[in-house]
């Protein structure tokens, strides 16, 4: 069954260090159902009817080029947050 749950599982077994805290392992699940979460919604509105097919590929398109620049600045060791105006 493609559930979060199974998918978090699965992140925690790669991701997560087997001596980790309980309040890391508790902090981690929760931003990682926060960014199910998130995406969820993109996926909501990329489906409303005020969204053209096109203007939805952008999205989810942009979405997935965000994650690859992400996923090369974790392996740049350059994931630091930037300072919000």
Not at 28 to 44: C, D, P, T, V, W
Request: hydrophobic share 45%; proline share 2%.
């Amino acid at each position: 069954m493609i559930t979060i749950q199974a998918q978090w599982n699965s992140f925690e077994k790669t991701a997560v260090f087997q001596d980790a805290p309980p309040i890391q392992r508790q902090v981690m699940k929760l931003a990682f159902y926060a960014g199910a979460e998130a995406m969820m919604r993109i996926n909501f509105a990329v489906v409303h009817d005020s969204i053209s097919e096109e203007a939805g590929f952008h999205i989810l398109n942009g979405c997935h080029i965000e994650c690859l620049e992400f996923a090369d600045q974790v392996a740049e060791g350059k994931t630091q947050e930037r300072q919000h105006d």
